[in-house]
């Protein structure tokens, strides 16, 4: 138990849907991340924000759109997904937006997208 | 841009020594990981270094890093079947304001009885 949690573990969409995924922390973290893992890719960092203010957005599609109401909450807004977009969704949090600083990781929402 | 190569896969008995080795391109990075992600489960750091460091030892696990080739192995003495999982070296710099962890693509390490 890392003290990151995300909800739901596994979600089933069709193209047309639109869905959300939410990420918890509750470790005092000031930096919250998505990060996308499929089979044939490297992890790849999504987005990241710092004190609830987007600090990086690694060239991601407009059909994925975070939210951080609050340091301690991040959302991933999912809409007319493609099938493509299947992968293991993971939020991580640190304590601050710095290297020095290790991420704790949730254990993902496994997004099949049909 | 900034790459991290991994094997894909290791398979070793049961009490033998597991060593992961990973390779990096950016000579400007600073802190190298070493996570562990069991099947259906989110990431967990094991271990980490600083650049400025060669070697480092937590219990089982000894990371060693040779900055002058970029290459960074962990070595899991009495490997068990509890340490199946896939293997991520990830690295990233506090020199360049990016901030962010490059990961490789992991190695699955398979613990045979």
Known sequence: ET???QTPRHLVMGMTNKKSLKCEQHLGHNAMYWYKQSAKKPLELMFVYSLEERVENNSVPSRFSPECPNSSHLFLHLHTLQPEDSALYLCAS???????????????????VT | GEDVEQSLFLSVREGDSSVINCTYTDSSSTYLYWYKQ????????LTYIF???DMKQDQRLTVLLNKKDKHLSLRIADTQTGDSAIYFCAETSSNTGRRALTFGSGTRLQVQP
């Open chain 1, 3 to 5: 003290g990151v949690t």
């Open chain 2, 51 to 53: 650049s400025n460091m």
């Open chain 2, 38 to 45: 069991e099947p259906g489960a989110g990431l967990q750091l």
């Open chain 1, 94 to 112: 640190s304590q601050d937006f710095e290297a020095a600083y290790e991420q704790y990781f949730g254990p993902g929402t496994r997004l099949t």
